[in-house]
């Protein structure tokens, strides 16, 4: 079955950067693309960007553009999200979701499948 | 950017009760659509794709409607595992999400 497992909480300082994986299994990875999606405490969800399984083409929302990068390794089907100059307001479970690409680029959506998310919290 | 707008908030309502969320979009969307239901403590979970289609295993009380801007999340018999918080996104241009509604028992 279709598994998304992310890496384990983050603390990190103002200013510092972050860098949460998210490891594929039961499926062809190169067929579809990972979403990143955040969530602050008691919040609502927050679209970041994708990338291709295939080419590692990405789009990435215009709010974080210049502040997150998106890469994968397909050796390992592993996708990893950086975010940079981290801020208190950066605070938030960080999910890794499967989407659906063609041709080349990818969808925002619809995600069928979730890692388990990623809390990393930003303090001074 | 497209902006998605839920309503309401919140509701209460009773198991059997029939339940309709509504979620509008800034500007047409076609069907690029999805529904998600999220618990605490959980990771989101795919209800409905392209408007109205149903995902796997879903069951058959939840039903999406609408094209353009603006779209509808039926749950035709509430059960007490849909007490949860329910969010639209959109996939036409970039990936925006409703600000989500949440279904509490009454």
């Known amino acids: 079955q279709v598994q998304l497992v992310q890496s384990g909480a983050e603390v990190k300082k103002p200013g510092a950067s972050v860098q949460v994986s998210c490891k594929a299994t039961g499926y062809t990875f190169s067929t579809y693309g990972i979403n990143w999606v955040r969530q602050a405490p008691g919040q609502g969800l927050e679209w970041m960007g994708w990338i291709s399984g295939y080419n590692g083409n990405t789009d990435y929302a215009r709010k974080l553009q210049g502040r997150v990068t998106l890469t994968t390794d397909t050796s390992t089907n592993t996708a990893y999200m950086e975010l940079r100059s981290l801020r208190s307001d950066d605070t938030a479970f960080y999910y890794c979701a499967r989407t659906y690409c063609s041709g080349g680029s990818c969808y925002s959506g619809p995600c069928d499948s979730w890692g388990q998310g990623t809390l990393v919290t930003v303090s001074s | 950017d497209i902006q998605m707008t839920q309503s309401p908030s919140a509701l209460s309502a009773s198991v059997g009760d029939r339940v309709t969320i509504a979620c509008r979009a800034s500007?047409?969307?076609?069907?690029?659509l999805a529904w998600y239901q999220q618990k605490p403590g959980k990771a989101p979970k795919l209800l409905i794709y392209k408007a109205s289609s149903l995902e796997s295993g879903v069951p058959s009380r939840f039903s999406g409607s609408g094209f353009g801007t603006e779209f509808t999340l039926t749950i035709s018999s509430l059960q007490p595992d849909d007490f949860a918080t329910y969010y639209c996104q959109q996939y036409d241009s970039y990936g925006a999400f409703g600000q989500g509604t949440k279904v509490e028992i009454k």
């Open positions: 500007q047409s969307i076609s069907s690029w």
